[in-house]
């Protein structure tokens, strides 16, 4: 039982001090956005299911609210934008939504490339 204890105790002081995700896909929106709409309809439900959902978890941004934490390569100016945003600094983005089957084309090329992803979403 104390080795147990002792184990878990580590590896979760290990996990801790590491960042929630390496890698993220920040969808930048905004309200009244017939794109993103299209977008949340097709793939939001089931992007997190995916390798690459789970390899690059989704985060949502605002158009008119930049966050602090980011830094993205250049003004983001259309919705939906899609930023691979690796520690941080942004590596590649996606301007609009293509479409279902482009958009898992876009996104896993985009993970391959500049993140290191080496697995397919469905």
């Known amino acids: 039982m104390f080795l147990r204890s002792s184990l878990l105790a580590t590896a979760f002081a290990a996990f ?7 890698v993220e896909l920040i969808i930048v929106e905004q309200p009244g956005c017939y794109t993103c709409k299209q977008w949340n309809a097709e793939i939001a439900p089931i992007y997190p299911k995916t390798e690459a959902g789970q390899f690059a978890p989704l985060r949502r941004e605002q158009l008119r609210e930049k966050p602090d934490d980011v830094t993205y390569a250049r003004r983001v100016n259309f919705t939906p934008t899609f930023i691979l945003v690796e520690n ?20 896993e090329t985009m993970l391959t490339e500049h993140a290191g992803f080496k697995g397919a979403t469905r």
């Open 16 to 22: 801790s001090t590491l960042p929630a995700w390496a």
């Open 88 to 107: 941080g600094t942004e590596v590649a983005r996606l301007e609009g939504y293509p479409g279902e089957d482009f958009f898992w084309w876009h996104v």
